[in-house]
């Protein structure tokens, strides 16, 4: 159907949705795969894709070129096996012994840095009479996951021996490849050039997240790992813009009502912004509960009938509120964007990090379970995710 009004037709308990524009995110993969040369792609799906919905948009990236789908732990990876994916699945954080049994049963290749790890998996592969697959981690400069040069090749050599095992791949993760100066991500890719020297055997190497793919293309290897970039958000601002990616999401709410108040009549707790004039205020039902942070108070704007208004007053828990005195015939029901375009005006996630002292990653992670995904391609709705309905629509199964 159609998405002309989406929340007055009574599918959704909040005035409050995210758009998931699925032509943009096929996009930007096909364009980040392009740029990826003959490398495999891992399409980075962590932390609910960004807050996209990672089963919402795990078809799409398939479909558009991506090989597999990456994950930080278990659950996410089970997540999409018991929605239908059937792709290789690479989880790239720490998991736990414990959790050996489940990451062979769903079939999904770990990150392995201990030895406890690789016997535990190796028992349970045994067990089920499988083959697993293992990546492992270098730490080269992040000092955050993964082992030190020294520790990386004996623990290597160790899991090779271990017949139910396959050691396919070997990564490092990069500290300041969004930065400018590039000497320290040239520094970390030499350590990691010369550790994987010592393991020919391992077929496949990766070091490329979005800034690297965009910047250092000849960095790719056998496989590149884009994120953000999917998304339609370059890393910062240091980056090439070589590649024209497309933001995928929108966010939306709509005006539940509207308050005249009088000059000098304050607006939401603390009565911390008060009228200098007449003035109409609008409810918003959208919230610090629902990803709005809080700092925005006062600060921040939507768009509302293709025009930038001021947030007033605190943002609650579940609602802000909106001075649109200076909107002509604004009505209870107009559209209200708080991310995404609206006519000539834009409000973006990178504008809302700046203003929060952060980065659009969390702005767009930041986005709770709770507001509905909808998901459009070629301007229709064709699946919604919401915490009544965790599928938002059959997805394909496996890559290619």
């Excluded at 096996?81 to 049963?105: F, K, N, Q, W, Y």
């Excluded at 108070?297 to 200076?326: F, H, Q, Y």
Aim: aromatic share 4%; glycine share 10%; with cysteine.
């Amino acid at each position: 159907m159609a998405l002309d009004s989406p929340q007055t037709n009574g599918l959704w308990g909040r005035p409050l949705w995210a758009e998931i524009d699925l032509d943009a995110l096929a996009y930007n993969v096909a364009s980040l795969k392009g740029q990826a040369g003959p490398a495999a792609m891992a399409a980075v799906v962590k932390a609910n894709a960004y807050g996209h919905g990672a089963l919402g948009v795990a078809g799409t990236v398939l479909e558009a070129g991506a090989d597999r789908l990456a994950v930080i732990c278990v659950d996410e990876g089970e997540q999409l096996r018991r929605g239908g994916i059937t792709a290789p699945i690479l989880i790239m954080g720490h998991s736990l012994v414990s959790d050996a049994g489940r990451i062979v049963e769903m079939e999904l290749t770990p990150t392995v840095n201990s030895l406890e790890m690789g016997q535990a998996l190796a028992r349970e592969a045994e067990a089920a009479g499988v083959r697993q697959t293992v990546h492992l981690k270098v730490d080269t400069g992040l000092n955050r996951y993964g082992l030190s040069p020294q520790e990386i090749v004996p623990l290597a050599e160790a899991l090779r021996e271990m017949t139910a095992l396959e050691v396919e791949g070997v990564f490092t993760h990069f500290a300041s490849a969004d930065d400018g100066d590039k000497r320290f991500t040239l520094e970390q890719y030499t350590i990691f050039r010369t550790v994987v020297d010592k393991l020919p055997w391992i077929p496949k190497r990766h070091v490329s997240n979005t800034a690297t793919l965009l910047d250092r293309p000849e960095m790719g290897l056998d496989l590149v790992r884009p994120g953000v970039g999917m998304y339609g958000l370059y890393p910062s601002q240091y980056v090439s813009r070589s590649l024209k990616l497309r933001p995928v999401l929108s966010l939306k709410s709509r005006i539940a009502r509207l308050t005249p108040i009088a000059a000098d009549d304050s607006v939401s707790y603390g009565r911390t912004w008060r009228a200098n004039r007449p003035s109409v205020i609008a409810l918003v039902m959208c919230g610090y509960g629902d990803g709005l942070p809080r700092v925005l108070s006062n600060r921040g704007s939507v768009l509302v009938r293709g025009k930038r208004v001021p947030i007033v007053g605190r943002v609650c828990m579940d609602m802000c509120m909106a001075d649109v005195t200076d909107v002509p015939d604004v009505a209870e029901g107009d559209e209200v964007v708080l991310i995404g375009h609206q006519g000539e005006a834009v409000i973006t996630a990178d504008e809302l990090g700046e203003l929060c002292g952060t980065i659009s990653y969390e702005i767009l992670c930041g986005i709770s379970a709770r507001v509905p995904r909808l998901y459009l391609k070629s301007g229709r709705l064709i699946g919604v995710e919401t915490l009544t309905t965790p599928m938002a629509r059959k997805a394909p199964v496996s890559a290619g």
